[in-house]
C-alpha cells in the first residue's frame, strides 16, 4: 500500500492521558499536513511540515499538543493532558512541493476522551 | 488569512439528476483548488482539482469550474449515482512555498433512488 498511513485508526483515553498518533506519508512526499476534523465540520489545519521543518502552526495548536518529524519521512502528533474537547478525527496528508500541490490523506486517528 | 464558504450544506437529489456545490474564497492569492470526497468513516480523497489558469476542467461525469474574479468556484456532478453519496468538501491553497489547504464545511449529498 503506498498511500498515506496513520495509525492507530481509532483511540479512546481517559481525560488527562497522554496519546500519541503516528503518520506515514507517501514515500518521497515533502509536505506533511496535521489537520483536525470533528463531526460535521470539514477538516480544520493544524501544522506543516517541509521535509523536517516544522514551518507553520494554528492557533488551534495549543502548548498541549505537539508535532515533530525528525528525519523528514514520518510524523508523530501528540496531545499531553488529553480533555474532552480534544475527541476528533486527526487526519494526516501529504504532497509533493512544486510537482503539482495534490495533498493525499491518510484514513485518520479518531480520538474519544472520556 | 484564506477563508472559504460553501453551500448548501446538504443536498438531496433523484438518481440520474445533476448536483451543483458552489464554494468562494476570500483570499485573492489562492491559485488551486481540489475537491475532496469523504466517506463515513475514511479521510478526505481527492476527485478533481483546478488551477486559476483555467476556468473548466471536466473528468468523465463531474466538472469544476471557476470565476477568478468573483472568487467563486463549483463542483457539478452529472447522471448522480447512489455512490455519489458522501460528503464533498472544497478547498482552496496559495501554492506559495509555505501554504495551507483551507477546506470549506462541506456539503453532505445524498442520492435518492
Known sequence: DTGVSQN???KITKRGQNVTFRCDPISEHNRLYWYRQ????????????????????????SDRFSAERPKG???TLEIQRTEQGDSAMYLCASSVQGAGTEAFFG???RLTVV | GENVEQHPSTLSVQEGDSAVIKCT??????????WYKQE????PQLIIDIRSNVGE??????????????????????ETQPEDSAVYFCAAMADSSASKIIFGSGTRLSIRP
Open chain 1, 8 to 10: 492507530p485508526r481509532h
Open chain 1, 38 to 61: 470533528t463531526l460535521g465540520q470539514g477538516p480544520e489545519f493544524l501544522t506543516y511540515f517541509q521535509n523536517e521543518a516544522q514551518l507553520e502552526k494554528s492557533r488551534l495548536l
Open chain 1, 73 to 75: 519521512s514520518f510524523s
Open chain 1, 107 to 109: 484514513q485518520g486517528t
Open chain 2, 25 to 34: 474564497y476570500s483570499d485573492s492569492a489562492s491559485n488551486y483548488f481540489p
Open chain 2, 40 to 43: 463515513l468513516g475514511k479521510g
Open chain 2, 57 to 78: 476542467k471536466k473528468d468523465q461525469r463531474i466538472a469544476v469550474t471557476l470565476n477568478k474574479t468573483a472568487k467563486h468556484f463549483s463542483l457539478h456532478i452529472t
